[in-house]
């Protein structure tokens, strides 16, 4: 007849007690500690980058400055200038069909060689999609200056090559071609950007949807359009906002090139370059922080019209 012995365990040992209570929220204070330390230093960065001199330029947006009188509080006169401006609207409609044709090409492109690097059809891959991705690590001033030499009417390399092949004097520049030059330099630096995005979104496809495919006989087009596209839809998305943003910030190639063929490139052309024009030239900051608060809230209407449109599809779907 064997006999059991149950020695007493103390308080706090193998992780009980208070003792284990106190030891786990001091360790849990100082874990929640060490990373505020991580975000405080962003949240500092983005408050004061950021959200400060958006909060200003809302101020100063209801002040108007004249010569005689000084600074005073205007209320909502900026605001109603500013929906009346027929060429603050002009530049809203260029950029419009700009960023309609150049972000449907680009991320046409884009997701065409990102298919094609996924599917391993091209050798030294890593090294094609490091030549892709080299634009979009030149400046812009740097592309837009490049282009611009490349593009210029008399001396310009492409001009003197379209003169060479019997299509004449084409000038790039021209009012007719100014819009389409500037759609093919962007085309130019953004493409690699957003062909790396879809193709690290392409690599996370499950394998075993697309050997199902394949086994079921499923050609190579329909792999990719039927099977590929639509599991990577959220990252087009994503990239369709990042780019409507950054067309409705189209400022530098206009600046730049309007160098190269002056009067082309109108003080409206875009509406960050009339805001600028209009702050810079004309010394009406205030007309200009109305101009700037009414051109973000018309890209943010527009990613939400964009947003509502994404979530009704999938909802039907």
């Known amino acids: 007849m064997s006999t059991r012995v149950q020695l007493a365990r103390p308080a ?12 786990r929220r001091s360790w849990a204070a100082r874990r929640e500690r060490r990373g505020m330390g991580f975000v405080i230093p962003f949240f500092a960065g983005f408050a004061i980058f950021t959200i400060v001199p958006l909060a200003y330029a809302v101020y100063t947006s209801f002040y108007s400055t004249k010569l005689i009188g000084g600074t005073s509080f205007s209320g909502l006169d900026n605001y109603r200038e500013t929906l009346g401006s027929g060429p ?11 960023g309609s044709i150049q972000i449907t090409v680009m991320l046409i492109i884009a997701f065409f060689f990102a298919s094609i690097f996924d599917l391993g059809l091209v050798r030294f891959g ?10 979009f690590a ?8 490049m282009w611009g030499f490349l593009l210029e009417p008399q001396y310009g390399p492409v001009s003197r090559f379209a003169t060479a092949l019997g299509l004449g004097d084409v000038n790039f520049f021209s ?12 085309i130019w630096e953004f493409t690699g950007y957003n062909m790396v995005i879809l193709y690290t979104a392409l690599r996370s496809v499950p394998r075993d949807v697309v050997e199902a495919a394949i086994l079921d006989g499923a050609p190579l087009h329909t792999i990719v359009l039927r099977v590929k596209l639509p599991m990577v839809r959220p990252a087009i998305v994503m990239l369709i906002f990042l780019n409507v943003i950054g067309a409705s910030q189209l400022f530098v190639e206009p600046l730049i090139l309007n160098n190269y063929q002056a009067g082309v490139i109108t003080s409206d052309y875009t509406p960050t370059y009339y805001i600028y024009n209009t702050a810079i030239h004309s010394g009406q900051f205030n007309l200009a922080a109305a101009m700037a608060v009414t051109l973000g809230f018309v890209v943010v209407a527009l990613s939400g019209v964009a947003l509502l449109f994404r979530r009704g599809r999938d909802v039907t779907a």
């Open 12 to 23: 706090g040992a193998y992780g009980t007690g208070p003792r284990a209570g106190r030891t």
């Open 88 to 98: 603050f609207w002009n530049g809203v409609i260029r950029v419009v069909i700009f």
């Open 126 to 135: 890593g090294f094609f999609r490091t030549v892709f991705f080299m634009p």
């Open 138 to 145: 030149v400046p812009i001033v740097v592309a837009a200056l």
């Open 175 to 186: 009012p007719r071609l100014m819009l389409p030059s500037i759609i093919v330099i962007v």
